[in-house]
């Protein structure tokens, strides 16, 4: 390299949609973004398919607790980065990219969701849907930059059994009516939905300043 | 004969990564030298048995690796490592060269000694207890070596060996392949060519598949006089043989 | 000897010890990975997870071995479904995620050995934890229950399926080593075992999560007069050891670099563990409920198992023993309260059985609907050998404590239990049942009419007097003959009452009493 080929960037450039689109093909592609849609939209079928048997009492509502939680699980695997250290040395794009892919998963994880279940009889309803997937997504992110990506998993599931038994109190007294263990709770109900929506923020942010956790 | 190859090609796809090597060589270091995807790495993964060739015939320890039983002698007595080693995070460098000395067949009551000796040779006795997560990459690649060479192999296969490694790290490992050298075939691919001019008494250079050298260290030197390219005798050689290869 | 014979020796000398060196290897690759195993990291989890949920609901029950045992057969797996399956797939991954692969290939030793090694040594800790959790609750029961031992069955089915999780998760991690693979496979089990712990089809009484029949649950009544049958927990037994042996095959299918002897090796396990898991459900779907509530799978089945348990009855003296399984002992009190009314009433009359003593249910119904235990609290008249007459007295199904959809109060409990009682009594006694016994829907809450039921006027007046001052709740008193002859007997004194019984209790039971004739 000799001093012609130098290129001197203008503090004040920034990315045309062009190479920002770009940007943000490679960031996803990244993070196995894919794989992770492939997974949401499974669960949501596989939601559909179980919704054709019959459900009752706490069963129809720890069925789509246990999808939801696949999700998120998913979710929370793509923070983790491939690349390490010399990703973490570059200009300001990296949080962003990190916090919109986080709110678009989980966007796209209630959309897949409540198409899956039009027309089909889902304990809950949508409200039920929206209050457990953000609230599972928060704490796979927590995990995510807690433990690294690779574990991102383990809050989701661990929460999954939590919320199930939960559930099951519901109908087998005493009942847990901790707003924490929000999908024990009606779908509207405020401080669950408040609750979830805490971890949700929490997650979030702790994703986007931090990142997942390098694993060694 | 250590190694007895004939015309032996592997193939990936369309790709022909390997086609039609011949090579026979017995104790002593033996450097494998060539450009970025001359096929030095799928030959060594031929050599280490962990890929078959497509065609040809292969001979190793005097053993045909196409029979299992053969296949495990070969490997009871091999040594390899790769170029990029994945390792275990949460062993220790002792517990992971131990892995592999049992994973070796080596007898149980030998593993013990064998494992303090191999991580004393790569001069990491101070931190056999050390997880490997801790350990800067040049110790992961000494790791690499310790375990290769826990179980005295008669074959000995190393891919990058000294990378990541220090200077004085790098004299230390030559005088440990010349060591080793003096009883098994050790056969080293590398870029870095004064390791091959110092450690090694056979040398063999690869390009597109294809063997383009094979001789001393002095005989691919005295290839490079007159030849413009390279910064030591050694490298103007090297250059000098692809040149002519290539045209 | 000759050269030859020692040659042979030698060989065989050479090959053992070949083997023992195998062994001693086997070992100690265990012993490393049993000391760097991710299970390791999960064991808080598990154990977090078996409070919350197993541990919580089987305490929850009364102390009876039965209840809590099935219980905690129900919910145990499912606490321990994630975190084994979870490290089980972690652990199956490693190789492929940290890029060993190659180099382990190059080995003698086949990797599928050595990926036998990092699977036993993540069961062994899970089954560590499973010991230690199921040993907590247990113990715990051992100090509440008033009689019996430890139900093992159910306990032996949750560690036979240990093993199981353990090779699906860690077969599915070394298959596919990405990265999404341990969340998938760890929900994925967890769904399936809960969508099989609701037997749709008869098949599916297989599932581990089952602890009898669907339709009935844990209930007191089971195993408590009769054997626990084994019948449906050796067919699960079967099926989870199939699929661990299945998935254990597969494992080596995945192993190409040994010789081509693994491959049939594998396949054959993969087969046979298949199999066992078909002929499982298929053993399981014969299944038919016996009369004492248990499962009975004929190909299965030991007739042996079918006898009663022998136990010496606790007793409480209310005018005569009233006597229980000892299992009971803690509703002891409240039988007595519910019976001495009634048996005061009746007391040194004529006729009176000389003991009152508990007896099985008996499970009658379809498998997968409605069951009905023989009436809860019914007095079954029997005779016995000397002539003398006892009573066999069935506890209502539900037990005051026992978590449920419809909680039983102790109130309601005695209610369950003296209605029908003194509707049976008074029959024996009087020759008549005090009219149509319906237990309410709310439970204690039945009425006695004196309505028809069959007998003379006189006996059915006598008989709603009677049931009447028993305590049994909410007498109609009707405007007629009969209803108005109950309301003045059951208005006397009940010494004055007594006294009449005393002397005219046979001709009233021959039916020679008439109305006019009542005080």
Redesign the interface.
Same mark, same amino acid.
């Given at each position: 390299m000799t001093a012609r080929t130098i290129i001197t960037v203008p503090a004040d450039a920034r990315p045309d949609a062009g190479s920002a689109l770009r940007l943000v093909r490679l960031h996803l592609e990244s993070r196995r973004v894919t794989a992770a849609l492939v997974t949401v939209v499974a669960c949501a079928l596989t939601l559909r398919i179980a919704l054709r048997w019959s459900w009752d009492t706490y069963g129809a509502l720890q069925l789509p607790l246990i999808l939801e939680s696949g999700c998120a699980a998913a979710i929370g695997i793509t923070t983790g980065s491939p690349f390490g250290e010399p990703e973490r040395a570059t200009g300001k794009w990296l949080p962003l990219l990190r916090l919109g892919s986080a709110i678009t998963m989980t966007a796209t994880a209630v959309i897949a969701f409540a198409v899956a279940t039009l027309g089909a009889d889902l304990a809950g309803g949508i409200a039920d849907v929206v209050r457990n997937v953000v609230g599972l997504v928060g704490i796979a992110l927590l995990c995510a930059a807690l433990l690294g990506g690779g574990l991102a998993w383990t809050g989701p599931v661990v929460y999954m059994i939590v919320g199930a038994y939960g559930l099951y109190t519901d109908w087998h007294p005493p009942a847990i009516t901790s707003p924490w263990i929000w999908p024990a709770r009606p779908p509207l109900d405020l401080g669950a939905a408040l609750c979830a929506a805490t971890v949700f923020a929490a997650g979030i942010a702790a994703v986007t300043w931090r990142g997942a956790r390098e694993s060694a | 004969m250590n190694i007895e190859i004939a015309d032996v090609t592997r193939q990936f796809g369309r790709t022909r990564a390997v086609a039609g090597v011949s090579l026979r060589t017995g104790a002593g270091v033996f450097g494998l030298l060539g450009p970025n995807g001359a096929g030095k790495t799928t030959l060594l993964r031929m050599l280490a048995t962990v890929i078959t060739p497509t065609s040809g015939s292969m001979r190793l320890l005097d053993r045909d690796p196409g029979a299992y039983a053969a296949r495990r002698e070969i490997r009871r007595r091999l040594g390899y490592l790769p170029q990029s080693l994945g390792y275990y995070p949460g062993f220790t460098v002792a517990e992971f060269v131990e892995y592999f000395a049992l994973l070796k067949d080596m007898p149980p009551r030998q593993v013990p000694g064998a494992v303090a000796t191999a991580i004393e040779r790569v001069e990491l006795a101070g931190k056999a207890r050390a997880k490997l997560r801790t350990l800067s990459g040049g110790m992961l690649r000494r790791v690499g070596i310790a375990q290769a060479i826990v179980n005295e192999p008669e074959l000995l296969l190393l891919d990058e060996p000294t990378a990541g490694l220090d200077p004085e790290q790098r004299v230390a490992f030559r005088l440990l392949l010349r060591e080793l050298g003096a009883r098994a075939t050790v056969v080293v691919s590398t870029h870095l060519v004064e390791d091959i001019g110092v450690a090694c008494g056979e040398v063999a250079l690869m390009d597109a598949g294809k063997l383009v050298f094979h001789g001393t260290p002095q005989e691919l030197t005295a290839k490079g006089e007159g030849h413009a390219i390279g910064d030591a005798p050694l490298e103007r050689g090297y250059s000098a043989v692809l040149a002519a290869a290539r045209s | 000897m000759t050269a030859g014979a020692g040659q042979v020796v030698g060989q065989a000398d050479g090959e053992w010890r070949a083997w023992r *060196? @195998?062994l001693?290897?086997g070992v @100690?690759?265990l012993r490393?990975e049993l000391?760097?195993s991710a299970m390791v990291w999960m064991l808080p989890?598990t154990g977090a997870?078996f409070w919350?949920?197993a541990f919580r609901?089987s305490m929850a029950e009364p102390a009876m071995w039965n209840l809590r045992a099935m219980t905690m057969q129900h919910g145990v797996l499912?606490?321990f479904a994630?975190?084994v399956v &979870?490290a089980a797939a972690w652990m199956g991954s490693?190789?492929g995620? @940290? *890029?060993?692969t190659?180099?382990? #290939?190059?080995?003698? @030793?086949p990797r599928w050995t050595?990926q036998l090694a990092t699977w036993a040594a993540v069961t062994c800790w899970a089954l560590v934890a499973y010991c230690c959790c199921v040993g907590v609750l247990y113990g715990l029961t051992a100090r509440q229950a008033s009689w019996g031992g430890p139900l093992w069955w159910p306990a032996v089915v949750g560690a036979a399926g240990i093993p199981a999780l353990a090779a699906v998760g860690f077969a599915a991690g070394a298959w596919f080593p +990405?990265? $999404?693979t341990?969340?998938?496979v760890?929900? #994925?089990a $967890? $769904?399936a075992l &809960? $969508?099989s712990s *609701?037997p749709?089809a008869p098949q599916w009484r297989v599932s581990p999560t089952v602890s009898g029949a669907p339709s009935i649950g844990p209930d007191a009544g089971i195993g408590t007069f009769y054997h626990y049958l084994p019948d449906l927990s050796i067919a699960q037994v079967i099926c989870v050891v199939g699929v661990a042996v299945a998935a254990l095959g597969a494992l080596g299918l995945l192993d190409r670099? +040994? #010789? +081509?002897?693994l491959r049939p090796i594998a396949s054959s396990m993969t087969a046979v563990g298949l199999a066992a898991v078909v002929l499982a459900a298929g053993l399981a779907g014969t299944a038919r409920l016996d009369p004492h509530g248990m499962l009975v799978i004929p190909a299965l089945h030991d007739a042996a198992n079918d006898r009663p348990i022998g136990y010496t009855p606790i007793c409480a003296h209310a005018v005569i023993p009233i006597c229980l399984n000892p299992a009971y002992a803690a509703y002891l009190p409240e039988c007595k309260r519910a019976l001495a009314p009634v048996l005061a009433e009746v007391a040194g009359l004529p006729g009176l059985p000389v003991r009152m003593s508990q007896g099985a249910p008996v499970y009658f119904g379809p498998l997968n609907s409605g069951f009905a235990p023989s009436g809860a609290g019914v007095v079954i008249a029997d005779g016995s050998s000397d002539g003398s007459r006892q009573t066999t007295l069935v506890l209502p199904d539900q037990l005051p404590g026992e978590?449920? &959809?419809a909680?039983i109060t102790v109130n309601q409990f005695i209610g369950q239990i003296r209605l029908p009682v003194a509707a049976d009594l008074i029959k024996i006694m009087v020759g008549v049942a005090p009219g149509a016994v319906r237990v309410g829907a709310v439970p204690g809450a039945g009425r006695i009419s004196a309505a028809s039921g069959g007998g003379s006027p006189a006996q059915r007046a006598v008989a709603a007097a009677l049931a009447i001052d028993a305590g049994a709740t909410g007498a109609p008193r009707a405007n007629t003959a009969v209803g108005l002859a109950a309301d003045r007997f059951a208005a006397l004194p009940a010494a004055v009452r007594h006294a009449w019984l005393a002397t005219h209790l046979t001709a009233l039971r021959a039916g020679r009493i008439t109305l006019a004739q009542l005080p």
């Open positions: - | - | *060196q @195998r001693v290897a @100690r690759l490393l000391r760097r989890v997870l919350y949920n609901e499912l606490d994630p975190p &979870g490693r190789d995620r @940290r *890029q060993l190659d180099l382990i #290939g190059t080995v003698p @030793r050595a +990405s990265r $999404f341990v969340p998938i760890t929900v #994925g $967890f $769904f &809960g $969508f *609701q749709r670099a +040994s #010789g +081509s002897w978590p449920s &959809g909680d």
